[in-house]
């Protein structure tokens, strides 16, 4: 059984890094690619970007100069950075599994953790 | 970037009756050299991630009921649930995987009248 469980700071001040881990079980990160979704309170989702097996890295553009997402395979997890938050980047962060390598639709999902930009 | 657009925001359907959800893309989805639609649905419960249902437009993924259906091709897709159960309540939601930056619609909110 597949399992992702995200961990950060819940809170973060402004103008300062968002720096999230997402530790999988049940599954080696070397097998898939990797994605990290964002949802702000009451609104919808946002795909930020994914990391490939062989670490490759996409990140939506809208984000793309803020984030950097990472892999450490000797723990079997991935990160997220994203720097210089505002407000607007509060939301709860999911960590997923791509189903089918480099195509990016979701099939294990982390339950999500909300992290709160304020001061 | 393709913008999908759900249609309605919101439904409210009777037990055992059809629910119909609508997405729109603002560009094909359909990637010619596999003859396949790039289009996802996902169901996502108060307090909980987003669960797949649906890849390829209209392959249910294991486990999900088979009450639950995807159809369309190119830019206009649908979700329907042919059957209302009272734990289909949920929000849903389309994505498109065929380009770069993956996108979803806004979600549909779907309750029971």
């Known amino acids: 059984q597949v399992q992702l469980q995200e961990s950060g700071p819940g809170l973060v001040k402004p103008s300062e890094p968002l720096s999230l881990i997402c530790t999988v079980s049940g599954d080696s990160i070397g097998s898939y690619y990797w994605s990290w979704i964002r949802q702000p309170p009451g609104k919808g989702l946002e795909w930020i970007g994914y990391i490939s097996n062989s670490e490759i890295t996409s990140y939506n553009p809208s984000l793309k100069s803020r984030v950097t997402i990472s892999a450490d395979t000797s723990k079997n997890q991935f990160s997220l950075k994203v720097t210089s938050v505002t407000a607007a980047d509060t939301a709860v962060y999911y960590c997923a599994r791509d189903k089918i390598g480099s195509i990016p639709f979701f099939d294990y999902w982390g339950q999500g953790t909300l992290v709160t930009v304020s001061s | ?113």
């Open chain 2, 1 to 113: 970037d393709i913008v999908m657009t759900q249609s309605p925001d919101s439904l409210a359907v009777s037990l055992g009756e059809r629910a119909t959800i609508n997405c729109k893309s603002s560009q094909s989805v359909l990637y010619s050299s596999t003859n396949k639609n790039y289009l996802a649905w996902y169901q996502q419960k108060p307090g909980q991630p987003p669960k797949l249902l649906i890849y390829w437009a209209s392959t249910r993924e294991s486990g999900v009921p088979d009450r639950l259906s995807g159809s369309g091709s190119g830019t206009d897709f649908t979700l329907t649930i042919s059957s209302l159960q009272a734990e289909d309540v949920a929000v849903y939601y389309c994505q498109q995987y065929y380009s770069t930056p993956y996108s979803f619609g806004q979600g549909t909110k779907l309750e029971i009248k």
